[in-house]
């Protein structure tokens, strides 16, 4: 039966309730009380009940509320003639105060006001005040909470516990720390440690590793279904393995059983780091001859080093009459790398070079960034006009849910592709300032640096490494930092091959050339 109304006014409403989790069904604030307690607030203000939203099991916090995404639907329809929202309590729609006021000013939009069963708040600057105090209470409880939780976390990791999802080859369990929560190893602890094993033999690439591991049998924790690549990465860094635990700004070991040890671990991430750089899997670095392993022969030996009489420093291929003064070897390769340095005039154009194609590319970003916001306004108006459509009954509710789903999903992805474009702080002169030391004398950085820069100074300019024959450096590759060099100095040169780059040569590819 219709309740009269008072005063001509239209009193038709809502009812939303929800409860954020399956525990909360035996409280007070259960979905049946909740209900009960909304519908005796309606009947006593002469309201009458058009339809009551259920939301079973969902956070204030989430944003993508089904039932209250349906509601709101429901009420921006004018045929439906809603004029309140009510609830069992104000932090049943949000605990948040933000959000709060943003839904009140969405249902207001569409003549409806929000209004608790349980809470008396008037339509008064004191109603307002109330309001705001009661949306910030549970706010503030929301951040006791979060903080509590995570001051537990922490205690968690300096207790040596893993309160988090399992990963592969772990299972989360009770009991293996003073009966609380941490993890112990799963059945597929075998395969984790297989993993490693393999890694560290640096017989395969690492995507090659995967592959073979996934034939084995290697998937995620809590499925059958393989794992991904990018998982196989990420795992192959984890120092949960070795049983440390990472958390917060801090590590502490772990009191549970690790899967392989810290030896095994680092030894990956030596094979990992050195990837690609052809070196043997227990390469260790000398400072005191940093071209060892690095230089080769024209027959392939690698070049080694040692001390003569323990005092007297030397390089050799291992043959005979193949030793070299280590400092005289340092000096000659130091010229070799200064044979491609920049000079002023070079290192200028470069700058000029690099800033107008930094110009282009901040051009091309400015017309995707105006593409996108362009799509955002596109699919605003798409949204206006399926609400009409609804309104008017050409489609129905369930198909306007999915395509305001699908709009809202779009405006997302192109929110984040938003937030991607112009994160950059450093300016194209800056980047190059920064290297003009290195590019005007690649040697001086070289021979300052530590053994491990040293190395990547060297693979960095030249990737194939390099052949000494007892009296020149030759390579058959140099970076694109130092190809561009020549591009810049003879831009209209005969000689430049279809790259745009002239060929690198050596006096000893050119002596070899000849013979």
């Not at 909740?34 to 339809?51: D, F, L, P, T």
Request: hydrophobic share 35%; glycine share 6%; proline share 3%.
């Amino acid at each position: 039966m219709k309740i009269s109304t008072q005063q001509g006014e239209n009193k038709r409403a809502v009812i939303y309730v929800r409860v954020s989790t399956k525990e909360q069904a035996d409280e007070g604030n259960s979905l049946v009380t909740q209900e009960k307690i909304c519908r005796e607030y309606s009947r006593k203000n002469g309201v009458e009940v058009i339809k009551v939203f259920v939301e079973r099991g969902e956070s204030a916090k989430t944003a993508n509320r089904t039932e209250l995404t349906k509601m709101v639907i429901f009420c921006s329809d004018k045929k439906n003639k809603i004029t309140r929202v009510i609830v069992y309590k104000i932090d049943r729609l949000s605990r948040k105060t933000h959000d709060f006021y943003t839904l009140e000013a969405l249902f207001g939009k569409y003549g409806a006001r929000i209004e608790s069963a349980t809470e008396h708040i008037e339509d008064s600057p004191v109603g307002k005040l109330m309001k705001t105090m009661l949306t910030g209470i549970s706010e503030f409880d929301n951040d006791v909470r979060t903080e509590r939780v995570t001051d537990g976390m922490v205690d968690a990791v300096r207790e040596g516990r893993y309160v988090w999802g399992a990963p592969v080859g772990y299972t989360n369990k009770k009991a293996f720390y003073q009966g609380k929560p941490t993890i112990k190893q799963s059945k597929k602890a075998l395969l984790v440690k297989e993993t490693f094993e393999l890694i560290a033999t640096n017989l395969y690439p690492t995507d090659e590793a995967w592959r073979i591991m996934v034939m084995r049998g290697l998937t995620t924790a809590r499925s059958d279904k393989p794992v991904s690549r990018q998982y196989f990465h990420e795992m192959l860094r984890n120092r949960l393995y070795m049983g440390l635990v990472k958390k917060f700004g801090e590590e502490h070991w772990g009191k549970f059983k690790p899967i392989i040890s810290k030896e095994l671990f680092e030894e990956v991430q030596r094979v990992l780091n050195y990837k690609g750089h052809k070196v043997g899997p227990y390469r260790t670095d000398n400072p005191d001859f940093p071209l060892r392993r690095f230089v080769v022969s024209p027959e392939g030996l690698k070049l080694t080093g040692s001390f003569a009489k323990g005092k007297y420093p030397y390089y050799r291929f291992g043959q005979k009459g193949s030793n070299y003064e280590r400092d005289t070897i340092d000096d000659k390769f130091a010229n070799f790398m200064d044979s491609y340095a920049f000079n002023k005039s070079q290192v200028d154009k470069l700058k000029r070079f690099v800033k107008s194609e930094f110009s282009k590319a901040t051009k091309e970003e400015e017309d995707t960034k105006s593409s996108l916001e362009r799509r955002i306004k596109e699919l605003e108006g798409e949204e206006d006009v399926l609400v009409q459509k609804n309104l008017k009954g050409t489609i129905s509710d369930e198909i306007l849910t999915k395509q305001l789903a699908r709009i809202r999903e779009e405006t997302a992805d192109i929110h984040i592709k938003l937030l991607t474009l112009n994160n950059s702080d450093v300016s194209p002169e800056e980047a190059i300032a920064f290297a003009e030391g290195y590019l005007r004398s690649p040697s001086s950085v070289w021979e300052d640096a530590d053994i491990d820069v040293q190395i990547e100074l060297q693979s960095f300019q030249f990737p194939s490494g390099v052949v000494f024959d007892g009296q020149i450096f030759g390579t058959n590759e140099i970076c694109s930092v130092f190809k561009a060099k020549q591009l810049i100095s003879v831009p209209m040169s005969t000689d430049v091959d279809p790259t745009g780059f002239e060929p690198v040569t050596s006096s000893l590819q050119m002596r070899r050339s000849t013979n």
